[in-house]
């Protein structure tokens, strides 16, 4: 059975566990990497705010399960264009299927019905569903009971986003492997005119590194505020 990337995706190769910072989620990422590499480990529920790290672990999942001889999908629902009815209901032969943001689809019934019948396919077959959500399965508004029932019997990981001295260790290490060095200086003003969710810094981060490279210039305060003025 040939690995299926929906959308045309490439698993990023910042998003693997071994990049995941896991502080106090330690438990939470192992329970997302034994469901991602054994067929009969138990469902994972990963909740938590939007720079917790939730797509990271989804993706670093389906890496995973590749890497153990699995095939793996991934299905990002927030800002699907089309009918995510349909988009859930072609998800299939896949031994893991990763499912992002499913708080996108509360109260839209022929996506609820969808991703229902997906989990009792997925069930019934023998493989893995990974489910994401901004919130535990009880705070979203999902209209059809047995959806939120089955959801709520899985492995609730709940994912604390990282404070800023952590994100700060995250950008110096992602930044050292580039070949920048990022000082106080410039992650002090960073911090206090940009998003500070993980991923957000991490996608500059890469703009920074092309931006420094293209111009040979180091990353300085004035260079950064170029940079994003531009962007």
Avoid at 46 to 65: E, K, N
Avoid at 82 to 97: Q, T
Avoid at 138 to 166: F, N, Y
Avoid at 168 to 186: F, K, M, N, P
Wanted: aromatic share 6%.
């Amino acid at each position: 059975m040939t690995t299926q990337l929906p959308l045309a995706l490439r698993w990023p190769r910042r998003q693997r566990f071994e990049h995941f910072r896991a502080g106090e989620n330690a438990v939470a990422v192992e329970a997302v990497r034994a469901a991602a590499t054994h067929a009969d480990a138990p469902w994972v529920f990963v909740a938590g705010p939007i720079g917790s790290g939730r797509t990271h672990l989804l993706i670093a999942a389906c890496q995973a399960a590749i890497d153990a001889g699995r095939t793996a999908q991934y299905l990002p629902l927030a800002g699907m264009r089309g009918p995510r009815a349909a988009a859930i209901r072609g998800m299939a032969g896949s031994d893991l299927l990763a499912i992002d943001d499913i708080d996108a689809i509360a109260g839209e019934g022929d996506a609820e019905h969808a991703l229902f019948d997906t989990f009792n396919r997925y069930r019934a077959e023998g493989c893995t569903l990974l489910f994401s959500a901004n919130g535990a399965p009880a705070s979203l508004e999902i209209a059809l009971p047995d959806l939120r029932s089955r959801l709520g019997s899985l492995t609730q990981a709940v994912l604390k986003p990282l404070d800023d001295s952590e994100r700060r260790a995250v950008l110096r290490e992602q930044a050292s492997a580039r070949g920048i060095e990022l000082d106080d200086v410039v992650l002090d003003w960073l911090f206090a005119h940009h998003a500070r969710d993980l991923g957000t810094l991490l996608d500059l981060l890469d703009t920074l590194d092309r931006a420094s490279l293209a111009a040979q210039r180091r990353v300085t305060v004035p260079f950064l505020r170029h940079l994003l003025r531009s962007d």
